[in-house]
C-alpha cells in the first residue's frame, strides 16, 4: 500500500494549522465507499520517553472481526504534542505500518477524532485523506463540542453540537460504560459511521478494531 504525501511533516504548530486550514475542504462528509470486506483499526503508543512513536494498525474481516493482518511500525517522534495537532506527531508512523500490510483495509477506525475537531481536520480525517480509504473517528474523550447525555443503551446516540453545528455523535457501545465521541473522518457520513463502529462492537466498550490496534500499539510487540 502506497501513500501519497501532500506535505512534509518536518514543519512548525503554525505551519500545521496551515495544512489543516488548507486541507479541511476535501474531507468528504458523505459515504463513498464500496464493499467493506476488511476493517483497521488505527493506534499510536510511544517508547522509550516519547522518543519513539509506535504506530499499530490491525486488519480484522468483516463482519467476522477476526485478524487477518497486522503491522507496527516505529519512528523517531518528529512532532511536540499539541492538542488538535495530534495527526503530525503520529500519522508520519501510522502511514509506515499502513505501508506494511498485505491486506488493505475498506474502513479505518483511527483512535482519535475526525471532523469533531476544532479545524475539522482531526487525525481520522488527516489520515483518511492520504491513504484515500473511508475512514472513522473513534475518540474515547471530547475535543469539542457540546451535547446532552445519551440513554444508558446500547447504541444510544446523541449529537455533538459545536456552533450550531453537528460534528459527530456521542455513541453509548453498551450499557455501563463511558460513551464514546464518534465523528466522520473521510468518505462516509455520521449515520454510516454509527452502525460501523457498532458492528465491530462486541461486548466490550471499544470497537474490536481499537481493542487489537491499541494491544499491538501499546501492549507487548507482537512482529
Known amino acids: 500500500m502506497k501513500i501519497v504525501q501532500r506535505h512534509s511533516w518536518d514543519i512548525s504548530p503554525t505551519e500545521a494549522i496551515a495544512i489543516q486550514q488548507q486541507l479541511r475542504g476535501e474531507v468528504v462528509r458523505e459515504d463513498r465507499l464500496g464493499p467493506v470486506r476488511h476493517v483497521a483499526g488505527v493506534d499510536v503508543g510511544f517508547e522509550e520517553g516519547g522518543a519513539i512513536t509506535r504506530a499499530a494498525v490491525a486488519v480484522l474481516g468483516f463482519p467476522s472481526l477476526e ?30 505500518a499502513l505501508e506494511k500490510l498485505t ?17 475539522r481536520f482531526g487525525i481520522a480525517s488527516h489520515l483518511g485523506l492520504l491513504c484515500g480509504i473511508p475512514s472513522i473517528g473513534v475518540a474515547k474523550t471530547r475535543l469539542i463540542g457540546e451535547h446532552v447525555e445519551p440513554p444508558d443503551q446500547r447504541g444510544a446516540s446523541v449529537p455533538l453540537i459545536d456552533h450550531g453545528e453537528t460534528i459527530g455523535a456521542i455513541l453509548r457501545s453498551r450499557p455501563g460504560v463511558k460513551p464514546l465521541y464518534i465523528s466522520i473522518g473521510h468518505r462516509i457520513n455520521l449515520a454510516t459511521a454509527l452502525d460501523y463502529v457498532m458492528a465491530c462492537v462486541t461486548r466490550y466498550r471499544l470497537p474490536e478494531t481499537t481493542r487489537w490496534a491499541h494491544r499491538l500499539a501499546s501492549g507487548p510487540a507482537v512482529e
Open 103 to 119: 491486506v488493505i483495509p475498506d474502513l479505518l477506525l483511527c483512535d482519535g477524532q475526525g471532523i469533531a475537531h476544532p479545524r
Open 67 to 96: 485478524l487477518v493482518d497486522h503491522a507496527i511500525f516505529r519512528a523517531p517522534t518528529r512532532f511536540p504534542y499539541v492538542p488538535g495537532l495530534l495527526s503530525f506527531r503520529e500519522v508520519p508512523a501510522v502511514i509506515g
